[in-house]
């Protein structure tokens, strides 16, 4: 195989469903290298995680999901990855998609492949007051960065080996979805979208619960904004690019 | 000897002062934080010694109770150094973020070493030849 794929599976507290995430993936992409992130978790995830034979690194501290996800493209940077995808350990994403990702990746000649449910809204479409703060974010964004964005929240990606290189350098410690597309398009990369099916999560709940939804939308809004501010005239490039 | 109120509050500013480099002398405070509250101490004890300084400023710059000039600084102070150590402790989360993210890569990588290591004594050529030697 002359091409590394590496999947990054964070996971806080996962260890019911955390096995069958992993044979899941292992089924659909049997030629990517999986890691997962355990984040802190207080049950058995990384031991669970272990068991199947993956790769398990071990944060010895909650940090929440930007922080376990980066550890992944630090990892992949490390170890010479030449894609990264970020894929939920709670079975949203459904791995059979992934497919089409990498291939819209190798074809499109973009940084990175977001996976959105909005786009032939297809499958599990988010509750009804969740929509309405997706497509607040998602108009904002398509505002801001001059082009369509359908599904700015999705955790479905996969990153090329410049995004890869900017995430390990920079990525935003807490919901970070929104914020990491900025900035990608503040370092002069690009991104393209490919519809996927999403389901209802298997196990575990959403990090964003009722109480923390009006902190959630604040916190995206304002880092987005002023992440923008800090759009940089020259392109962001690797040096040894190619 | 009447003990006026100024006294009193240099007195004050002297305590909080010895409790401050007591602080720093035992390694409890970091110089690099002392340092805004020692100038706080410094001009709390200029400002107590000579009151008159405060009605001068009021004057100046057109406060016509002088007192309140005195809570708008303080209050001004005390906003500052805390914005000092909300930087302060973001910070330090930059910096627990990277080290933790390091210490689970290095101990997955550590833990990939051994594994390894196992597996190449397990292999029968490699004892054969570790035997030999």
């Known amino acids: 195989m002359n091409q590394k794929v590496l999947i990054i599976i964070p996971a806080y507290n996962e260890a019911e469903g955390i096995r069958r995430v992993i044979a899941d993936v292992r089924h659909h992409i049997p030629y990517a290298d999986i890691l997962v992130v355990n ?9 669970e995680a272990a068991k199947e034979g993956v790769l398990v690194v071990n944060l010895s501290c909650n940090l929440g999901i ?8 630090k990892y992949a940077q490390r170890h010479g990855y030449q894609y990264a995808a970020q894929l939920d350990g709670d079975g949203q994403h459904n791995p059979r998609d992934f497919d089409r990702l990498l291939g819209e990746l190798q074809q499109s000649r973009t940084d990175m492949v977001v996976g959105s449910r909005f786009m032939e809204k297809q499958g599990f ?8 703060g997706i497509d607040l974010l998602s108009g904002l964004l398509t505002l801001l960065l001059r082009r369509k964005v359908t599904d700015p929240t999705s955790g479905y990606r996969i990153c090329g080996p410049r995004a890869i290189a900017l995430f390990a350098q920079e990525y935003p410690a807490d919901y970070p979805e929104v914020e990491a597309l900025v900035q990608l398009d503040n370092c002069g990369c690009t991104f393209s979208e490919v519809p996927v099916v999403m389901r209802q999560r298997l196990t575990g709940s959403s990090s964003i619960r009722a109480l923390g939804s009006v902190y959630y939308m604040v916190k995206v809004i304002l880092s987005v904004l002023i992440t923008r501010t800090k759009k940089k005239e020259k392109k962001w490039d690797l040096g040894y690019e190619n | 000897m009447k003990i006026d109120v100024f006294i009193l509050s240099f007195m004050i500013c002297m305590i909080f002062l010895g409790i401050t480099i007591y602080l720093i002398r035992n390694g409890k405070l970091r110089e690099q934080y002392a340092i805004l509250w020692l100038i706080l101490t410094a001009v709390m004890m200029l400002l107590s010694l000579f009151p008159s300084l405060i009605d001068f400023m009021a004057k100046q710059i057109g406060v016509s109770y002088a007192p309140s000039l005195l809570y708008l600084l303080g209050l ?14 973001s910070s330090l989360t930059a910096r627990f973020i990277v080290l933790t993210q390091k210490i689970g890569m290095l101990e997955q990588e550590n833990l990939a070493l051994r594994q390894g290591n196992k597996e190449i004594s397990a292999d029968p050529a490699i004892q054969m030849i570790e035997a030999e030697n």
Not at chain 1, 125 to 132: D, G, H, L, V
Not at chain 2, 76 to 89: D, G, K, M, Q, Y
């Open chain 1, 125 to 132: 479409q988010s509750t009804f007051a969740r929509r309405i």
């Open chain 1, 66 to 73: 930007g922080g376990a996800v980066q550890t992944g493209y």
């Open chain 2, 76 to 89: 001004i102070s005390v906003l500052f150094i805390l914005l000092h150590l909300t930087i302060a402790v």
């Open chain 1, 39 to 47: 984040d802190g978790s207080s049950d058995l995830t990384g031991d």
